[in-house]
């Protein structure tokens, strides 16, 4: 949301000073940079309605722990979650806090909010039957065979490797040339991925029948045009994965990574390798797959033990 009319001309230069530093110095995601932007808007243009004028430095001095519970209820009524109202109250907290390194203000509002409780939702992932029956399918659903084996090799990342579809579709050949897979993902982070025999074999596969040739730093996953991969593709083939194989609307692109990382738990693997091949920065991320395969462990007990 734009700040032009709801914020002077001093406020509007430091949201712009902070912005670059989120982009420049700490380096987030272009996506995580804008939703950050748009909750700091919302929250600009809730505060010139709440206190009837356009928002100046004084009006931040100003600010009271009961405006900032103001904004929370308003967005809250506005039907907005818990997990949408801690991001925005982070990126308030984090303007602050600019502000503050910069000698420009500083505000005691903040620090007697609490951020809003979350239920955590747990990843839903597909049983073993289940992903490889998706793999499977894939090429009987596509009647050109390049493009047929390019979705099987994207899909066979998801699952077997643990991409998150946004990687898998930014591989190059140089990403490919040693024994694991080099990828590039949150914040730039970069880790190796082993690779299975399987999943070299369908990209190698794709390569050979792919009608074009990207240089060794492109994606090597195109569209019919030749121009890069769009993910709406493969959540489409998805889609028709589950409708020909009658999975759950939970089974997403996204699903096979956390089927990657569950499946991988439930055989023992260790939780810090698993953090490691995800490319998750904290452990905390990962530690929600004990749950998941606690949950999977319990529902089988229920199911077979005789005093269940």
Partial sequence: MSTA??????VAARIADWQRDLGAVRRLAPKTLEAYT???????????THTGGEV????????????????????????????????????????????????????????????????RGLPRALTVVEARA???????????????ARDMAVISLLYGAGLRISEALAITRTDLEAASLRVTGKGGRTRL??????????????????????????????????????????????EQL????????????????HSFAT????????????????????LSTTQIYTAVDTDRLLEAYRSAHPRA
């Avoid at 009319?5 to 001093?10: E, G, M, P």
């Fill in 193 to 238: 991925v082993p690779l299975l025999a399987q999943v070299r074999q369908a990209i190698e596969a794709y390569l050979g029948l792919c009608p074009f040739h990207p240089g060794p730093d492109e994606p090597i996953f195109r569209g019919k045009k030749g121009g890069p991969l769009s993910p709406r593709l493969i959540q489409l083939r998805l």
């Fill in 263 to 282: 499946h991988l738990l439930g055989r023992g693997g260790d939780l810090r390798m698993i953090q490691e091949l995800l490319g998750h920065a904290s």
């Fill in 134 to 148: 998706t793999i499977a399918t894939t090429d009987e659903l596509e009647d050109v065979p390049w493009v047929a």
């Fill in 38 to 48: 748009r909750d700091l808007g919302q929250f600009i243009a809730f505060l010139a």
């Fill in 56 to 119: 100046g430095l004084d009006t931040l001095r100003q600010l009271r722990a009961a405006d900032i519970r103001a904004f929370l209820a308003f967005r809250r009524n506005a039907e907005v979650g818990s997990r949408s109202l801690a991001r925005a109250l982070s990126a308030i907290r984090g303007f602050f806090g600019f502000l503050e390194r910069e000698g420009v203000l500083s505000s005691e509002a903040l620090t007697t909010i609490r951020t809003p409780r979350q239920q």
């Fill in 5 to 10: 009319f709801l914020a002077d001309q001093a």
């Fill in 242 to 257: 589950r409708s020909a194989l009658g999975l759950p609307p939970s089974a997403t692109p996204h699903a096979l990574r």
